[in-house]
C-alpha cells in the first residue's frame, strides 16, 4: 500500500528532464516626471531610467539619484567627508599621492576655508566632486506604478517540448491591459510596487536606498496531462541584507557616468549616483514523462529491497519480539519431513511475494503445501504493520533518488 | 555479462566532476554599410552594433533599428498609436498625468490637427516622440556574415584539469581564416548566418522582429584517454516563442539612448529602438577518471543488490513458474543426510558469487558436496535469463546513480 | 563501527538544501592617475574604468588601453595591418565590398604612400582608424591596489536561513579600513592585485594582456551549530587560457565607443579598445539541519544494504576462506533435533541484527537455544572484520547519495 502510494505520488513511473533551457526577456513600461532645483524640469523614460538597456534577467530601475554635473578634469578640493583628506598644512597634502577611499590625486596643497584650522587635501580629479547627500525621499518614487513583463521561453531537451508563460490568446488587448496577481497569474505582467510588497518590503524605504529582488519562475510539468497543465509559478523575494544594522552593507546602489566633449573638444561629463531595484529573474523546472525504464528500474529496486526488508522483519519477529514463542510455533508447528523443512528453509523469503506490486499473481495460489501456505499467511498477517514500514524504506530510497533529481535544476 | 557491460558502459570504475568552472570570452566581427534617410550613410562596426561591448557569454548583435533623432525635454504631441491618449477635447487630457503605455505626462491640451475631431493630448516628454514603425526589411541584413568568436576555458577542479576549445596550433592563420562547421568543429568562429540556420531559423525573418539563439558547448571528458579526446560539442537552439501567433509576444527588441549636449548645454538624445539577435552561451559538462574508491563502491553495491535479486529469482523460480516442480526436484532430489541439508539452506544464496565480478575465484572449485555442485549447477542455468535482468537491476540502479551525475552540471 | 562514524561524518541525519539563493553585489573602489601623449593629464575614477557599472556578479576593470580618439564616419586609408586591405593598383579594392576583418567598406580606391608600390584600400569607415597597437606597460597599472567590496547575501529558502559575508559589526570604521587576507576571513574587502596573486598570476603581465579570474564563494552550512559557524569560503582561479602559445587566443580585451556630437550636429566618438580584467563571483553551498526523515531513511537503507552485506559475508565464510572446515563444524556441531536445525536455516541471518543501529537490545539476551547462541556468537566474532567491511559497503552507498546532494550546487 504504502509503496505503492509512494509510486504514484513520487511519479516514479516517469522519466524526467531537468536541463531545462530557458531564456528571459524583460521589458519595463513607464514614465514618471521630476521637478528639482538640480535638473529642472525632466521626464523620465525606459531609456532612462533601465540599467542595462537590453532587457535581459537582470535588471535595474533606478530610484533615486545623486546628480554631480559638469565634472571636468582639473583641481578642486576634496570632499570633506573623505577621512584621509583632512588637512592642517600643506605637508599633509604629498602630491601626486591618490586620497584613500577618496575622489582624486592629491596636489600637494591645503585648502581651508577662510581663517579655519583645518581644510581638505587640493586634489586632482573630476571636479567638483560629488558632495551631495542621498535624497530621503526618492526621486522616482513614481516607479511603483512601472511595470514588467517578463517573457520566458522554456524548453525540455529531452521531450522536444517547449513552452512560454503567455498565455497563447487571441485576445490581443488582454496583454495590453492585464496585471500579475495571484487570482490572474497567467498575465505576466508585474507591477513593481506590487513584486516589492510581495516580498515583504516597502517601496518607498527599498526606493530610498536600494535593493535586490528575487523573482523566480517554476515549471513543474507533467507531461502525461495536458499541455496547459504545465504552467509556471512565481515566487518573490528580498536578496539583500535589509535587517542590516550596519549602514554600509545596506542597500543597493553605484555610480556611473554620461560623457560629453564641449565646442572645443574638451571632455566633461555627469556623475550619477544611482539607486534603485535591482530584479533578477530566475527560472528552474522539470518535466516527467511516463516511461518503461525507469518504471522497471523503480520498481526493481524497490521490490530488491523491499526483499531485504521482509527478511529482517522476519528476523526481528522471530527473535526479539515478545510473542516470539507464539510465533516460532506458529510457524514451525506443522513441519513433518525433511522435504518440507527444505522448503522451509526457503520460506521465510516467501514474504517478499506478496508485495512485489509488479507481480499480479498471488503466490499462494501456486503453492502446494499446506504447511507452507498456512506459515506463509501467518508471516503475511503478522508482517504486516512492520513491513510496510521497510517497504516504505525500500520505496523511500527510490523517492529518495528521485527528490536528488529534483533538487538539482 | 549485462551487469559487467553496465559497468565498462557506464564507466563506474571512474570518479566523476560535474562542477565544471568556465569562462566565456565572445568577440564578434564584422562590418556592413547602411544608407537611409535617417541616418545617411553609414559605417557599423563592432562598437556600433554590439550590445554590451564586453564580450561575455551573452551578447546581442543589432539587426534592424528604428531611429528617432535629436529628442529634447519639452512638448509634444502623443503618438496616435498609444490608445490612452486619444482626445475630444482638453478635458479629456487631466494635466500631470501620464499616458498609459505612452511616452510622456499630459500638459492638460489636446491637440487636434486641422479642424479634425479627434487628436491626442499634448505631453511632456522626449520630443519628438517614437512614431516610426519596424523596417520591413532589416536594416543590418548583412549581419549574416558576421562572425563571432567563442573562447571557451574550462577547468575541472578535482582533476586540476584544464582545456580551451580552441584548437593550440601554431598555425597562426589558422584562426584568421578558419570557420566553424560540421566538418571543421575545431574552430571556434561562427558565422551568424550558419548558426541561425542550424537552429532551422531563417535570418531575415530573426533580423526583423528579433529572437535569441542559445548556442550550447558541452564537454564529456574521459580523462583515462588522451586530452585530445577531450574536446567539445556544440549545439544550436532558437530560444524564444518564434511561432506565436500574438505578435505582441515575438521577437526581442530594446531601447536604448545616446545621450549629448548641445552647446548651450542643453541635453538631447538620440533614441534607439533595437532589433536583434541574442546570443546565449552556455557551458556544461562532466569529466571522468578512474578511482579505486568508486569501482570499489560500485562492485560492492552492485553485489549487493545482486544477492537480493537472486533471492528473489531464486523464490520466483521454486513458486512461481510453471515447472517448479521439476526444479524443486532437481534442487533437492540429492538430498541425504542432515548436514548437508544445513548447507542447502545456504545454497541458494550460493548464486550471487558467480556474478561477482571481482571474485575471480570459481565458487564451485571450494566445494566439495557432490550434490551441492550440481544444485549450484541446475540453479545457475535456471536463473541465468531471470538473474542477469536482477543483476541489471541492481546495476541498473548505479547505473541510475551515475546518470543523476550526468544530469547535474 | 565504521557504519556509525560514516553516519556521523556524512551528516546523514541532516535534512539538506542545496537550492541556494543568492545575491552578489559589487563594488570597487581606487583613483589613478595617468599623463599619456594621447590623453594628457588624466584622473582615473570608478565610473571611468569599471564596466558594467551596475556591480553585478561579473565586472571588468579597466588596466590597459589603446585610444582612437574623433573617429568620424569618411574615407581613409585601412590599417597596413590587416591582410585583406593590401593593394596594388585600384582594381584589387572591389568597391562596396567589406575588408575581411577590417574597419571598413572598400570605396574602389587603392592609396599608396608616395611612390610605394604596395598600398592599401581606400575603406569608408570610422577615420582615422585604429593603427596603435597595445602598450606593452599597462596605463592603469595602479589598479593593483584598486579594491573590491564584495557583499554577498544568501538564503536557504528551505530553513529560511540567511546570511550575509560581512560581519555584523557594530564597528563602523572596521569596513572602512580592513582588507581581506587568509588571516582575516571575514573582511569582504579584496585588492585586486591580492587577489591576482592568489590565483598565481602576475599583475603586471595580466594588467597588459588582460584575463578572467574567478572568484568562487562557498558556503558549507551546519544549522544545527550557531549561526556564526556559518561562514562563506573564498577561492581565487585564474579561468583564461594563459599558457597559450597561440597569441590570438590569450587575454581578454573588447572594444567600446563614446559617441559625441559637434556644433553641427555631426557625430564623432573615440574608439576604447580595452584590456583589463574580468572578475566573476560565483556563489555555491548548501545546508543541513537534523531531521528525522533522512535519519530514518539512512539508517533503514543502511541496515538493508548491511543485511545483504552479511548473507554474503556469511557465504564468502562458509565457501571460501580457507578455514572453512573448522567454520562449518563449529556452526553444525551442535546440530541435534529438527527444530534447531530449522532455526538454524534462520540463524546465518541473524547476523543482521547486532549491528542493526536503532535496535538497542542484544539479540543474544532473548535467546534461549544453546546452540543457537553459540553459532550467533562464532559467527559473530568471525564475521567481525569482513561484515564491517559491507556495512562500510552499504552504507557508502548512502554516502555516495548524500555526496551527490553535495556535488550539486
Redesign the interface.
Known amino acids: 500500500m504504502f509503496s505503492s502510494w509512494v509510486f504514484l505520488v513520487k511519479k516514479c513511473y516517469q522519466d524526467t528532464d ?2 531545462l ?3 528571459i ?1 524583460t ?1 519595463v ?5 521630476t521637478n528639482t532645483s538640480e535638473l529642472g ?3 523620465w ?4 531610467y533601465v ?6 534577467n ?1 535588471f ?1 530601475v533606478i530610484t533615486n539619484l545623486v546628480v554631480t554635473p ?1 565634472q571636468r ?1 582639473e583641481t578642486c578640493a576634496e570632499s570633506a567627508s573623505v ?1 584621509d583628506a583632512l588637512c592642517y598644512e600643506d605637508s599633509d597634502c604629498p602630491p ?1 599621492e ?2 584613500a ?5 592629491r596636489t600637494g596643497r591645503c585648502l581651508r576655508e577662510g581663517s579655519a584650522q583645518k581644510g581638505t587635501c587640493e586634489i ?3 571636479c567638483p566632486v560629488e558632495t551631495r547627500s542621498r535624497p530621503t525621499k526618492p526621486l522616482l518614487g513614481e516607479a511603483k506604478d512601472f511595470t514588467v513583463y517578463i ?1 520566458n ?1 522554456i ?1 525540455f ?1 529531452k521531450f522536444n517540448f ?1 513552452k ?1 508563460n ?1 498565455l ?3 485576445d ?1 488587448t488582454f ?2 491591459s492585464c496585471k500579475f496577481s495571484p487570482e490572474n497569474p497567467y498575465c505576466p505582467i508585474f507591477r513593481l510596487g506590487s513584486v516589492v510588497s510581495w516580498t515583504g518590503s516597502n517601496f518607498q524605504e527599498i526606493a530610498v536606498q536600494g535593493g ?1 529582488i ?1 523573482i ?1 519562475i517554476e515549471w513543474d510539468c507533467d507531461l502525461d496531462k495536458a499541455p496547459s497543465e504545465c504552467y509556471p509559478r512565481y515566487y518573490f ?1 528580498r ?3 535589509r535587517f ?6 545596506s542597500g ?1 546602489n ?10 572645443a ?1 574638451v571632455e566633461f ?1 555627469t ?1 550619477f549616483k544611482a539607486y534603485g531595484i ?1 530584479f ?1 529573474v530566475m527560472v528552474n523546472g522539470k518535466a516527467g514523462k511516463f516511461n518503461i525504464i525507469p518504471t522497471i ?1 523503480n520498481v ?2 524497490g ?3 523491499m ?3 521482509s ?2 522483519c ?3 519477529l ?3 519480539i515478545k510473542k ?1 514463542h507464539f510465533y ?1 510455533d506458529k510457524k ?1 508447528e506443522e ?1 513433518r519431513d ?2 518440507v ?6 520460506s ?3 514474504s ?2 506478496p508485495d ?1 506490486a509488479g ?1 499480479a ?1 498471488q ?1 499462494e495460489a ?2 502446494e503445501g499446506g504447511a507452507q501456505k498456512e506459515n506463509g499467511c501467518v508471516c503475511g498477517q503478522l508482517l504486516q504493520p512492520a513491513r510496510s514500514g ?1 517497504q516504505g ?2 520505496k ?2 527510490v523517492e ?2 528521485q527528490s ?2 529534483t ?3
Chains 1, 2, 3 share one sequence.
Open positions: 531537468t536541463s533551457q530557458s531564456s526577456i521589458k513600461k513607464g514614465v514618471t516626471f524640469e525632466r521626464l523614460d525606459v531609456a532612462d540599467i542595462p538597456p537590453q532587457g535581459e537582470v535595474f559638469n578634469q577621512p601626486g591618490p586620497v577611499a577618496g575622489n582624486g590625486v586632482f580629479a573630476w517573457k521561453f524548453r531537451p517547449s512560454t503567455v497563447d490568446t487571441t490581443r496583454l495590453k535586490v528575487g523566480q523575494n536578496l539583500d541584507n542590516s544594522g550596519n549602514s554600509i552593507s543597493y553605484f555610480r556611473f557616468a554620461k560623457y560629453y566633449r564641449d565646442a573638444g561629463r556623475l535591482r533578477d528500474i526493481g529496486s521490490v530488491a529491497l526483499g531485504v526488508g527478511f529482517f522476519d528476523l526481528v522471530i527473535y526479539f516470539s516460532r514451525y513441519v525433511l522435504e523443512l527444505a522448503q522451509m528453509a526457503e521465510s523469503q516467501q517478499v511475494a512485489a507481480l499473481e503466490p501456486q503453492d521497510h524504506n525500500g523511500v530510497n529518495q533518488l536528488l533529481q533538487v538539482e535544476a
